[in-house]
C-alpha cells in the first residue's frame, strides 16, 4: 500500500500560479507511475497528467497543455504539478495517485488505472 498526501492547493487569481505536491510513503518501491487527475463539483474526475517513475515520461490531458508542468523527485518519493496561467475552469480538487502496474501513457489516463489515491487538496483560482 502507498500513502499519498497533497500540499499547496489555495485560492489563486486567472493568470496565477500554484505548484501541487504530493508525498509519497509506504511502499514507494512499487511505484512505476504517478498522476493528477482533478474533480469540479457536479463533474466526473478528469486527468489532468501523469509521469512514468522509470523514465520521467510525461502525458498532459489537452486541456492543461503547455501550462502545467508534472515532476518528480525519486529521492523524496514526490510528484509535483506547477500550474500556470491558471483560468476559473481549473477550480477542482486535485488528486494524486499512484499505479503500481506499469502502465503506459495510454492507460495511465484513466483512473481506474491507480491503485492508491490521496484525499485532495483544493486548487480555486477566481476570475
Known amino acids: 500500500q502507498v500513502q499519498l498526501v497533497e500540499s499547496g492547493g489555495g485560492l489563486v487569481q486567472a493568470g496565477g500560479s500554484l505548484r501541487l505536491s504530493c508525498a509519497a510513503s509506504g511502499r514507494t518501491f512499487s511505484t512505476t507511475a504517478m498522476g493528477w487527475f482533478r474533480q469540479a463539483p457536479g463533474k466526473e474526475r478528469e486527468f489532468v497528467a501523469a509521469?512514468?517513475?522509470?523514465?520521467?515520461?510525461?502525458v498532459y490531458a489537452d486541456s492543461v497543455k503547455g501550462r502545467f508542468s508534472i515532476s518528480k523527485d525519486s529521492a523524496k518519493n514526490a510528484v509535483y504539478l506547477k500550474m500556470n496561467s491558471l483560468k476559473p475552469e481549473d477550480t477542482a480538487v486535485y488528486y494524486c495517485a499512484a499505479d503500481n502496474a506499469n502502465r503506459n501513457h495510454v492507460f495511465l489516463q484513466f483512473s481506474s488505472a491507480y491503485q492508491n489515491w490521496g484525499q485532495g487538496t483544493q486548487v480555486t483560482v477566481s476570475s
Open positions: 509521469i512514468i517513475w522509470g523514465d520521467s515520461s510525461t
